[in-house]
């Protein structure tokens, strides 16, 4: 029994192996390519374009694990069919099942790995090939943003602005809404601009209403400038953080999106989805090991080739679900965690709905 699990991961694990190099050298030579005009466009050094390659490398092993995993799944099984070995394995007592097993094990492995690698080296690597990019490039760290609404934790205000610039710290096309203990409309506060002064925003060209519980403006004034103290939301998070959620830390990014949450309901939907994919996009080894061995194909020829066809098909199947997926929980159709569960779940169903058509 060993043997054969040494047997079966021995094999598996040279084909993915190999299957990941392979995979990664393609990633990393589309890299180059797809930046070489920018290269010699700013007469990048060789040493800078080595180095900005290697930087890059981690992440094309994380992203080559999941198809590497699947052909390696989908060619072993299919030489031990086209080789009659299975025939043998289960004539002497080992179901499929039994043989799928360690396969299914080397998945949950994969998905630790690729959990941690992409921790501990892909994404810091991520970030240091994203800095070095903007130094070649002479590129700056842009955090400006539009048409941010956010809420405060404890729920006394609603502050909206048009425009955010970071190096200014200063938000344009102001609007201030601030609501009493109940939660009933209060007053609202349109602004020019508004500029943070270290403790809380100073609001400029302000039109002032004062209203009833009903809406009804009871007082309207004009004032230069207009100072309140619990105004103190940080110029932070009006940041545009798009990019930055999937290359910060866990830790941070965990309790960034707790804050949007109660603050900006539309921008946690976008931010929250890429996190979830960030965490939950490590299982795609796994499920698409448990897809290939649930759809076992039983060719006698050409096995290399057709291995490579039934993976591409289905690595396109999976990664076209997911891609779906992501904007339906980006455009908060259903929860971000969804958003990379949902195929992983289609997927999974697709493979049960198989063995029990098998078994019948």
Same mark, same amino acid.
């Given at each position: 029994?060993?043997?054969?699990?040494?047997? %079966?991961?021995?094999?598996?694990?040279? @084909?993915?192996?190999?299957? @990941?190099?392979?995979?990664?050298?393609?990633?990393?030579?589309? /890299?180059?390519? *797809?930046?070489?005009?920018? &290269?010699?466009?700013?007469?990048?050094?060789?040493?800078?374009?080595?180095?900005?390659? %290697?930087?890059? #490398?981690? +992440?094309?092993?994380?992203? $080559?694990?999941?198809? !590497?995993?699947?052909?390696?799944?989908?060619? =072993?099984?299919?030489?031990?069919?086209?080789?009659?070995?299975?025939?043998?394995?289960?004539?002497?007592?080992?179901?499929?099942?039994?043989?799928?097993?360690?396969?299914?094990?080397?998945?949950?492995?994969?998905?630790?790995? +690729?959990?941690? =690698?992409?921790?501990?080296? $892909?994404?810091?690597?991520?970030?240091?090939?994203?800095?070095? *990019?903007?130094?070649?490039?002479?590129?700056? +760290?842009?955090?400006?943003?539009?048409?941010?609404?956010?809420?405060?934790?404890?729920?006394?205000?609603?502050?909206?602005?048009?425009?955010?610039?970071?190096?200014?710290?200063?938000?344009?096309?102001?609007?201030?809404?601030? #609501?009493?203990?109940?939660?009933?409309?209060? !007053?609202?506060?349109?602004?020019?601009?508004?500029? =943070?002064?270290? *403790?809380?925003? @100073?609001?400029?060209?302000?039109r002032k209403y004062l209203l009833d519980l009903d809406g009804t403006v009871l007082q309207a004034s004009r004032e230069e400038e207009y100072h309140n103290e619990g105004i103190t939301m940080e110029p932070a998070l009006f940041r545009n953080l798009s990019a930055d959620i999937t290359t910060m830390e866990l830790q941070s990014a965990l309790r960034y999106i707790q804050r949007i949450k109660l603050m900006d309901s539309n921008q946690y939907a976008?931010? $929250?989805? /890429?996190?979830?994919?960030?965490?939950?996009?490590?299982?795609?080894?796994?499920?698409? %090991?448990?897809?290939?061995?649930?759809?076992?194909?039983?060719?006698?020829?050409?096995?290399?080739?057709?291995?490579?066809?039934?993976?591409?098909?289905?690595?396109?199947?999976?990664?076209?679900?997911?891609?779906?997926?992501?904007?339906?929980?980006? +455009?908060?159709? &259903? !929860?971000?965690?969804?958003?990379?569960?949902?195929?992983?779940?289609?997927? !999974?169903?697709? *493979?049960?709905?198989?063995?029990?058509?098998?078994?019948?």
């Amino acid at each position: 029994m060993k043997r054969l699990d040494r047997y %079966i991961l021995s094999s598996m694990f040279r @084909v993915i192996a190999t299957s @990941v190099l392979l995979v990664a050298g393609v990633l990393l030579m589309f /890299d180059i390519f *797809s930046n070489l005009e920018r &290269y010699m466009s700013y007469s990048v050094s060789y040493a800078q374009i080595g180095r900005l390659t %290697i930087l890059y #490398l981690p +992440q094309a092993i994380g992203l $080559a694990v999941g198809p !590497a995993a699947l052909f390696a799944t989908t060619y =072993f099984l299919s030489m031990l069919h086209a080789n009659n070995e299975m025939i043998i394995l289960s004539n002497i007592g080992y179901p499929f099942r039994r043989i799928v097993a360690p396969i299914i094990v080397l998945g949950i492995a994969l998905v630790c790995f +690729q959990f941690f =690698f992409s921790e501990q080296v $892909a994404i810091p690597a991520s970030r240091e090939k994203a800095r070095l *990019s903007k130094e070649v490039f002479g590129e700056r +760290q842009v955090g400006d943003n539009r048409n941010v609404t956010l809420q405060s934790p404890e729920g006394r205000y609603v502050l909206h602005a048009g425009r955010y610039y970071e190096s200014e710290q200063r938000i344009t096309s102001v609007i201030l809404v601030v #609501l009493d203990e109940q939660g009933r409309l209060n !007053a609202r506060i349109d602004a020019t601009s508004g500029s =943070f002064n270290g *403790s809380y925003w @100073v609001f400029r060209d302000v039109r002032k209403y004062l209203l009833d519980l009903d809406g009804t403006v009871l007082q309207a004034s004009r004032e230069e400038e207009y100072h309140n103290e619990g105004i103190t939301m940080e110029p932070a998070l009006f940041r545009n953080l798009s990019a930055d959620i999937t290359t910060m830390e866990l830790q941070s990014a965990l309790r960034y999106i707790q804050r949007i949450k109660l603050m900006d309901s539309n921008q946690y939907a976008l931010y $929250a989805s /890429d996190l979830a994919n960030r965490v939950f996009g490590n299982l795609t080894p796994l499920i698409l %090991i448990i897809i290939s061995c649930s759809t076992v194909f039983t060719w006698r020829k050409n096995v290399l080739v057709l291995s490579i066809l039934a993976s591409l098909a289905i690595a396109v199947v999976f990664f076209v679900l997911q891609m779906v997926s992501m904007i339906f929980a980006k +455009q908060g159709i &259903y !929860a971000p965690e969804l958003g990379p569960l949902a195929p992983i779940a289609v997927l !999974a169903l697709v *493979s049960v709905v198989i063995q029990i058509t098998r078994r019948i």
